[in-house]
């Protein structure tokens, strides 16, 4: 995907501003998204080679890797991240206060 076609699927999504876009709306595309992408070429077997064995050395991979791939790639992969980290983020916080405001409370909280 290049990356004219991916801002227009996103302003189609979620709006010029991306006004339209909510933690759920949000990830529901992304897995959309992520099935249009990638799906197709996971026809055939998939075979896990992880040698990294902790998330921070994960991160560390994937951020050095990306800074290899060409730029249309590399800016759709690190702007879907922060979105969807982002609507992540939001959707916790939207969370406790919700349960705050509702008198719910964390029963580990004693």
Not at 35 to 59: A, D, H, M, S
Not at 66 to 71: A, G, R, T, Y
Not at 89 to 94: A, E, M, P, S
Request: hydrophobic share 40%; aromatic share 12%.
């Amino acid at each position: 995907m290049k990356i004219e076609e991916f801002r227009r699927a996103i302003r189609r999504e979620f709006g010029p501003n991306l006004e339209h876009a909510t933690p759920a709306n949000v990830r529901s595309f992304l897995d959309e998204l992520g099935q249009r992408e990638f799906e197709p070429g996971l026809r055939k077997r998939i075979v896990l080679n992880e040698p990294k064995t902790t998330y921070e050395e994960i991160l560390r991979d994937f951020f050095s890797r990306v800074l290899d791939f060409p730029s249309d790639e590399a800016v759709i992969l690190l702007w879907t991240m922060a979105f969807e980290l982002s609507f992540e983020v939001l959707k916790h916080d939207l969370a406790e206060s919700f349960s705050t405001l509702f008198g719910e409370t964390d029963e580990h909280d004693g």
